[in-house]
């Protein structure tokens, strides 16, 4: 069945639109990932606080954060961690849930921090939705010190061909009709399936990742390909 072209996302990412998309999801966010995702959401986070592997006392960006789901696994194990996201909703939501986070609304292209402020910085689920990924790469790099890390975690391109086509068959008929029946904003979920379909695949990625300043550059498959978790290495003297 076609998609109704007043259904059609805008990829363009405009920034505003894309801010308002989140704000409009913001309180139901959590509980909708995990219903679309049949739980495999809370087992990708972990895979990522893994990769990360950051220590007590070390300090960690968490952008995209969202409400915060991906920053509390880090906080709760002591290390200082700075969850922040483009969404005010997002932002405001997530300060209700936990306060004792130091929520930053911060726009991923243009970062509110020092030169390599951090130990690490992740997103999980967010690059997708940056106007220019190349030039969030690049701001990820600055703020984080030479020696520290990056972990992205992002949907990809399963490289079975017979999981590919079941995970294009989930994501054009059933997520639709699934999110529908979770979240009053379907729009915003038109936008994700468009936008993974529209994603590079996991090498396509890492060559970004390389550009950007990042070495030591590699990725792990999770959930079949479903989900690449792409690592790097800050490389040289911040800029």
Same mark, same amino acid.
């Given at each position: 069945?076609?998609?109704?072209?007043?259904?059609?996302?805008?990829?363009?990412?405009?920034?505003?639109?894309?801010?308002?998309?989140?704000? /409009?999801?913001? +309180?139901?966010?959590?509980?909708?990932?995990?219903?679309?995702?049949?739980?495999?959401?809370?087992?990708?986070?972990?895979?990522?606080?893994?990769?990360?592997?950051?220590?007590?006392? +070390?300090?960690?960006?968490? =952008?995209?954060?969202?409400? %915060?789901?991906?920053?509390?696994?880090?906080?709760?194990?002591?290390?200082?961690?700075?969850?922040?996201? !483009?969404?005010?909703?997002?932002?405001?939501?997530?300060?209700?849930?936990?306060?004792?986070?130091?929520?930053?609304?911060?726009?991923?292209?243009?970062?509110? !921090?020092?030169?390599?402020?951090?130990?690490?910085?992740?997103?999980? !689920? /967010?690059?997708?939705?940056?106007?220019?990924?190349?030039?969030?790469?690049?701001?990820?790099?600055?703020?984080?010190?030479?020696?520290?890390?990056?972990?992205?975690?992002?949907?990809?391109?399963?490289?079975?061909?017979?999981?590919?086509?079941?995970?294009?068959?989930?994501?054009?008929?059933?997520?639709?009709?699934?999110? %529908?029946?979770?979240?009053?904003?379907?729009?915003?979920?038109?936008?994700?399936?468009?936008?993974?379909?529209?994603?590079?695949?996991?090498?396509?990625?890492?060559?970004?990742?390389?550009?950007?300043?990042?070495?030591?550059?590699?990725?792990?498959?999770?959930?079949?390909?479903?989900?690449? =978790?792409?690592?790097?290495?800050?490389? /040289?003297?911040?800029?």
């Amino acid at each position: 069945m076609s998609t109704p072209a007043r259904e059609t996302a805008d990829l363009t990412k405009q920034p505003h639109e894309v801010s308002a998309m989140f704000d /409009g999801v913001a +309180e139901r966010y959590d509980v909708t990932n995990d219903v679309l995702s049949a739980g495999q959401d809370r087992w990708w986070r972990r895979a990522v606080v893994r990769a990360v592997d950051a220590r007590p006392g +070390e300090k960690v960006l968490d =952008l995209a954060a969202g409400t %915060g789901t991906s920053s509390e696994p880090f906080a709760d194990r002591g290390v200082l961690t700075v969850p922040c996201d !483009f969404s005010l909703g997002m932002v405001r939501t997530g300060k209700r849930r936990r306060p004792d986070l130091g929520f930053v609304a911060g726009d991923a292209t243009r970062l509110p !921090f020092a030169d390599g402020a951090f130990d690490a910085v992740t997103i999980s !689920f /967010g690059l997708r939705n940056v106007v220019d990924v190349d030039g969030a790469l690049r701001e990820m790099a600055r703020v984080v010190r030479p020696g520290g890390r990056l972990v992205v975690a992002e949907f990809s391109t399963p490289p079975n061909a017979l999981l590919r086509k079941g995970y294009r068959f989930y994501l054009h008929q059933v997520l639709p009709r699934v999110a %529908g029946l979770v979240s009053s904003h379907t729009d915003a979920y038109t936008y994700l399936t468009q936008s993974i379909d529209a994603w590079p695949d996991q090498r396509a990625l890492a060559a970004k990742v390389r550009a950007a300043g990042w070495g030591d550059v590699a990725w792990r498959d999770l959930s079949g390909g479903i989900v690449a =978790l792409h690592r790097g290495v800050r490389t /040289g003297p911040t800029n």
